[in-house]
């Protein structure tokens, strides 16, 4: 079993990143494989509705890292995707990336758990994890919660260890999702099959 943990921040290695860190060693300790994937800190574009990805199933933008990340996604079982809080919202680099990936990809997602979690100096965090969160829930992907909402707090990687609750919040996040991928896991061991899903149909408020 396999996470793949997203890093939505312009640092490779700064706060989003610990958090994800603290993230992947319990994972780690539960017996789950891990991998964090860098979105970049080269500007990636917006989605541009062209329509390539519902044939290919890639984006036709090879020059940022969407399509690097698309081609995990069938062998990963569940996702951590982590921003900075950026104006009270998720960077300007995981908006983009997540509206590409969902577009090009979302069934590959369904029925595939998911966290977000942010990280801020001070404020904002509520607004940029709801964001997140809203990628999921038109996806079919389990939710995985924490005992208090995915944040830290902290303006370097050093700041961010000493936020306790924050790190505490990280390790529950990560033992929620082992025990929620084990249960799958022994579900379909056991014959519970995934659930169907329809031809969509889309009304666009027209009856
Ligand atoms: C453009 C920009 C906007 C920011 N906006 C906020 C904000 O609204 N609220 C906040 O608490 N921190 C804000 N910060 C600080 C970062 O969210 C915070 O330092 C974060 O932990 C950095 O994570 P990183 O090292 O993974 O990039 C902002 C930083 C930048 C660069």
Same mark, same amino acid.
């Given at each position: 079993?396999?996470?793949?943990?997203?890093n939505?921040s312009?640092?490779?290695n700064?706060?989003?990143h610990?958090?994800?860190?603290e993230?992947a060693?319990?994972?780690?300790?539960?017996?789950?494989?891990?991998?964090?994937?860098?979105?970049?800190?080269?500007?990636?574009?917006?989605?541009?509705g062209?329509?390539?990805?519902?044939?290919?199933?890639?984006?036709?933008?090879d020059? #940022?890292?969407v399509?690097d990340?698309?081609?995990? *996604?069938a062998?990963t /079982?569940a996702? =951590?995707?982590?921003?900075? *809080?950026?104006f009270?919202?998720?960077s300007g +680099?995981?908006?983009? +990336?997540? #509206?590409?990936? +969902?577009?090009?990809?979302?069934?590959?997602?369904?029925?595939k758990?998911?966290a977000?979690? *942010?990280?801020?100096?001070?404020?904002?965090?509520?607004?940029?994890?709801? #964001?997140?969160?809203r990628y999921?829930?038109?996806?079919?992907?389990?939710?995985?919660?924490?005992?208090?909402?995915?944040? *830290?707090?902290?303006?370097?990687? /050093?700041? =961010?260890?000493?936020?306790?609750?924050?790190?505490?919040?990280?390790?529950?996040?990560a033992?929620?999702?082992?025990w929620?991928?084990?249960? $799958?896991?022994?579900?379909r061991?056991?014959? =519970?099959q995934?659930?169907?899903?329809?031809?969509?149909?889309k009304?666009n408020? $027209?009856?």
């Amino acid at each position: 079993m396999k996470v793949l943990l997203v890093n939505g921040s312009q640092h490779n290695n700064g706060c989003t990143h610990t958090a994800l860190q603290e993230i992947a060693d319990e994972l780690q300790r539960l017996g789950i494989e891990t991998e964090e994937f860098w979105c970049g800190n080269k500007a990636i574009m917006g989605c541009i509705g062209c329509g390539h990805c519902t044939e290919t199933k890639r984006c036709w933008n090879d020059k #940022d890292t969407v399509n690097d990340f698309l081609e995990k *996604v069938a062998e990963t /079982d569940a996702f =951590v995707f982590g921003t900075p *809080v950026h104006f009270a919202g998720t960077s300007g +680099f995981i908006k983009p +990336f997540m #509206d590409r990936a +969902f577009c090009s990809k979302a069934s590959l997602f369904f029925n595939k758990p998911a966290a977000a979690i *942010v990280s801020c100096r001070r404020g904002g965090a509520q607004g940029a994890f709801e #964001d997140m969160n809203r990628y999921f829930t038109i996806a079919c992907m389990p939710v995985v919660s924490s005992k208090y909402w995915n944040e *830290v707090h902290g303006n370097t990687p /050093d700041e =961010v260890r000493q936020d306790l609750e924050g790190m505490q919040t990280m390790r529950q996040l990560a033992r929620n999702m082992a025990w929620i991928l084990k249960c $799958i896991e022994a579900g379909r061991n056991a014959g =519970v099959q995934l659930p169907e899903h329809e031809i969509p149909v889309k009304t666009n408020f $027209i009856r």
